[in-house]
């Protein structure tokens, strides 16, 4: 049971161009949403996150959009920089526990 | 300090033998996370220990024993191991659940 989902594997953006990454989930209970990146044999990074109350949220060249009705959330990064290649896990929250529940990630190249 | 320790970086063990993951923080984080991760999936929670008690066991087996001594200290005990329990070994801290901060990992081989 795959309570949050990324669809795409993979992503191919040219530098200077936006890519976007997209995130489906479930389960009505999550009250946040985090976006975390990931190089090979590191931990997580965390990136952004959004509570369930806001559609958006902007950081820098990070912006989070959530679409509540639709359990869908993408995040926007522009411009894209090589430095940006890397998996990207969406996460969501379940509050009471603290207890988030990973995407299945998305490899993102940032080409030049 | 906003830094996340494990130790040891890369863990080779064999299926007899009993070994210990070791992860620190000093952010003051009151919650700190076990998650174990394969190859080309999701990292997947194990433990979560909120205020140095045990809040979440994900139904991991008793072959891992995680161990919280104090608010900066998390252990996974492991004993008994098989090969299917290789993977990347992530611990990770949070004061409020929001943005956990997560380490570098343990590479674990049991052979």
């Known amino acids: 049971d795959q309570q949050v989902k990324q669809n795409s594997p993979s992503l191919s953006v040219q530098e200077g161009r936006i890519s976007i990454l997209n995130c489906d989930y479930t389960?009505?209970?999550?009250?946040?949403f985090l976006w975390y990146k990931k190089y090979p044999a590191e931990g997580p990074t965390f990136l952004i996150s959004?509570?369930?109350?806001?559609d958006k949220n902007e950081d820098g060249r990070f912006t989070v959009f959530l679409n509540k009705s639709a359990k869908h959330l993408s995040l926007h990064i522009v411009p894209s920089q090589p430095g940006d290649s890397a998996v990207y896990f969406c996460?969501?929250?379940?509050?009471?526990?603290?207890?988030?529940?990973f995407g299945t990630g998305t490899r993102l190249q940032v080409t030049l | 300090d906003t830094e996340v320790t494990q130790t040891p970086k890369h863990l080779v063990m064999g299926m007899t033998n009993k070994k210990s993951l070791k992860c620190e923080q000093h952010?003051?984080?009151?919650?700190m996370y076990w998650y174990k991760q394969k190859a080309k999936k999701p990292p997947e929670l194990m433990f979560v220990y909120s205020y140095e008690k045990l809040s979440i066991n994900e139904s991991v087996p008793s072959r891992f024993s995680p161990e919280c001594p104090n608010s900066s200290l998390l252990n996974l005990h492991l004993h008994a191991l098989q090969p299917e329990d290789s993977a990347l070994y992530l611990c990770?801290?949070?004061?409020?659940?929001?943005?956990?901060?997560f380490g570098q990992g343990t590479r674990l081989t049991v052979v």
């Open positions: 959004i509570s369930s109350i806001k």
């Open positions: 996460a969501a929250r379940t509050g009471t526990a603290s207890k988030l529940t």
């Open positions: 990770a801290s949070s004061q409020t659940g929001v943005g956990a901060f």
């Open positions: 389960n009505s209970m999550f009250d946040y």
């Open positions: 952010m003051g984080h009151r919650a």
